[in-house]
């Protein structure tokens, strides 16, 4: 019969906090001698793989990793000279640069140092990701809310997400979504339980 470990339900928060942090710590890895990336650079590159239409801009990664403008635009310029990203103009607001990973960006992130931790996340069981799946966010959302900074999540915690029969819209942008949209990151969300809008408008 397989083991079962036992869990503290008494866990306190700093104790929960510390393993969070270094779990995080310990899964990302990019600055091990020999990686390709700084740790901005693969954060740059992993959200502009997974970030919507609306959502890949420079400021909503200054958001994304609650850095100034200068800080990020100094990471982007770095990625494009590299040929990782490759910018262009909306198709909505002409004024608005948006970044894509190149092919050969996308080739980069199979080598994502996070891929370890999405390989352990993978031997979890179904309840077990779905709990952190409806977890993690909440948590997210909190810590937005205390720093006053704006959440990024995705539609299934988001307060604009509402389900029209077979349809998902979003009331934010007044815009059916894609199946695919569903799962991608988000500059505009707002979580669920909260009644204003985005804490700031990363949207451009
Ligand atoms: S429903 Fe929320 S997360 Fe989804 S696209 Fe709209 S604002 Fe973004």
């Known amino acids: 019969?397989?083991?079962?470990?036992?869990?503290?339900?008494?866990?306190?928060?700093?104790?929960?906090?510390?393993?969070?942090?270094?779990?995080?710590?310990?899964?990302?890895?990019?600055d091990a001698e020999g990686s390709p990336l700084t740790a901005a650079q693969w954060t740059a590159l992993r959200f502009f793989a997974r970030a919507?239409?609306?959502?890949?801009?420079?400021?909503?990664?200054?958001?994304?990793?609650?850095?100034?403008?200068?800080?990020?635009?100094?990471?982007?310029?770095t990625l494009e000279a590299r040929g990782l990203l490759e910018r262009r103009k909306s198709d909505t607001d002409r004024r608005s640069v948006l970044f894509e990973p190149t092919e050969e960006g996308r080739a980069l992130l199979r080598r994502d140092p996070l891929r370890h931790l999405m390989a352990a996340l993978d031997t979890l069981s179904p309840g077990d990701r779905a709990a952190l799946a409806r977890l993690l966010p909440d948590l997210a959302a909190h810590l937005a809310g205390a720093r006053g900074s704006p959440a990024i999540g995705t539609?299934?915690?988001?307060?604009?997400?509402?389900?029209?029969?077979?349809?998902?819209?979003?009331?934010?942008?007044?815009?059916?979504?894609?199946?695919?949209?569903?799962?991608?990151?988000?500059?505009?969300?707002?979580?669920?339980?909260?009644?204003?809008?985005?804490?700031?408008?990363?949207?451009?």
Do not use: W
Not at 6 to 24: K, R
């Open 155 to 204: 539609c299934a915690n988001c307060n604009h997400y509402e389900a029209r029969g077979e349809n998902a819209y979003c009331a934010c942008v007044g815009a059916s979504l894609a199946p695919f949209e569903i799962g991608q990151l988000c500059a505009s969300f707002t979580p669920q339980d909260t009644k204003a809008g985005p804490a700031g408008d990363a949207s451009a």
């Open 52 to 77: 919507n239409r609306r959502s890949r801009t420079p400021s909503a990664f200054a958001s994304f990793q609650a850095t100034t403008r200068g800080t990020a635009s100094q990471t982007l310029k």
């Open 1 to 30: 019969m397989a083991m079962t470990h036992p869990t503290d339900p008494d866990a306190g928060a700093d104790v929960l906090a510390e393993l969070l942090v270094h779990v995080g710590r310990s899964a990302r890895g990019e």
